[in-house]
Every structure is written in structure tokens, then in C-alpha cells.
């Protein structure tokens, strides 16, 4: 890798265990494809709620040629039989028993960034042929102070984004009605959207130079 990994925790107390398993998965990545640029990785508690439990939100950009790969994955503290099992094999390197569901984030992060690596290095290789475009919709409700929206797909069905998902932090330029191209990936609460790409940032600039349009909730 070109540029040393960087891992930064926000709302969570940096844990060396923790940051030992980020670092052995970017090293794992590296067996999948050799030519990774750079990784930044981001862990924070993104709610705190003792009945619904904690979540924790895992964002990942790894920068390849000629493209920019980003994992924005969120999980609960409620975890699933195998996430307890993953999570009791680190419980003794961990002084906070609560940061062990964490690991359940960056795992399932890791693990989509692996498959979208994998994706990456066969498009290069020529073995698939790549997608004429990615699946394209508009925005149809926007929640800047909470920092999500949703999508409308081309079949008509919605479609959950966070800000951290939005590619170039462009978030602060999109409003009901912009187009913008995008991934779709299964959420815990249904479809969530990744790597959304505002797809006329020019107009959209232009837009918004007057009264900023109001978030449209149906």
C-alpha cells in the first residue's frame, strides 16, 4: 500500500484490540488485490440507546486505480448467534465488553469491501465485463440535520443513504429532486444505498444558489 492506513474512532475510546483486527483485515484486502493506494477507516457509536441498543457505524474508502471504493455499514448492539460467537473470541483482549459488538461492524464492513475488491480486480482483469452505468434515481427526501435521505430507484421503490455514503461531500449540495447514481446494498432495515454519486453537481450548485429547498418528508 502507497500511503499507511489510517483508523480514526469517534464517540468510542480507541481500543489497540480493536485496532489490531482493522489492521489485519486492510492486510487480508491486500491478498485480494496488491494495487490499494490507500484505506482510511472510521469507527463511531452513531446512537446511543440502552432499550434498542448501540449502533455503530463503519465507513471504509479505499482509494484504487482510477476509482475510489467506499463501505459505509452500520450494526447494532443486538448481534446474531455467530456475531456473539465472533465477539466472545475477543473478550479477553477487550476491558469494555460493549466494544466487542463493534467488531461486528468493522467485520461486516470488511466483508462488503472485500466482494466490492474482488469485483474491482475482475473488471481489471477483463474476466467480467462492467456494468454500462450504475443504477441511477433521484432523491426524494432529504434530512440534512440528520444527516440521511432516500432515493427513489427507477422501479420506484426507496431507498435509505447516510451523508458518510455520499461520494466527494457532496451531501451538502444534493435536495429533493437531484439525480445521483448509486449501489444498493441489503440494510438492517431494508434496502441502503452506498457510494452515491451526485451525477450533476453542476446544476446542482447552480440550484442551490437560491433558497434552499425544504426536506420533504411523505
Known amino acids: 500500500m502507497q500511503l499507511t492506513p489510517t483508523i480514526t474512532f469517534r464517540g468510542i475510546d480507541p481500543s489497540a484490540a480493536l485496532e489490531a483486527e482493522i489492521r489485519t483485515r486492510i492486510g487480508k484486502l491486500e491478498t485480494y488485490y496488491h494495487s490499494i493506494m490507500g484505506c482510511r477507516v472510521l469507527v463511531e457509536l452513531a446512537q446511543r440507546h440502552h432499550e434498542s ?6 465507513r471504509i474508502d479505499l482509494t484504487v486505480p482510477g476509482e475510489e471504493i ?6 447494532s448492539l443486538h448481534a446474531t448467534d455467530q456475531d456473539i460467537h465472533l465477539a466472545k473470541a475477543t473478550k479477553q483482549d477487550e476491558a469494555d465488553p460493549e466494544r466487542k459488538h463493534a467488531l461486528v461492524a468493522v467485520r461486516e464492513a470488511f466483508d462488503i469491501a472485500r466482494r466490492r475488491l474482488q469485483d474491482f480486480a475482475r473488471r481489471q482483469r477483463g474476466t467480467v465485463k462492467t456494468a454500462a452505468r450504475q443504477p441511477r434515481g433521484r432523491v426524494v427526501q432529504l434530512f440534512p440535520i440528520d444527516e440521511y435521505g432516500y432515493i427513489e430507484a427507477a422501479d420506484g421503490h426507496e431507498v435509505y443513504f447516510q451523508k458518510s455514503s455520499v461520494l466527494k461531500n457532496a451531501f451538502d ?4 429532486g437531484s ?3 448509486f449501489v444498493e446494498e441489503p440494510g438492517e432495515k431494508g434496502p441502503q444505498a452506498s457510494t452515491v454519486k451526485l451525477t450533476h453537481p453542476r446544476r446542482a450548485r447552480q440550484s442551490s444558489s437560491g433558497a434552499p429547498a ?4 411523505r
Open 70 to 75: 467506499v463501505v459505509a455499514n452500520e450494526a
Open 214 to 217: 425544504e426536506p420533504v418528508r
Open 173 to 176: 449540495r444534493l435536495m429533493v
Open 53 to 58: 441498543g448501540n449502533r455503530y457505524h463503519v
Open 179 to 181: 439525480t445521483v447514481s
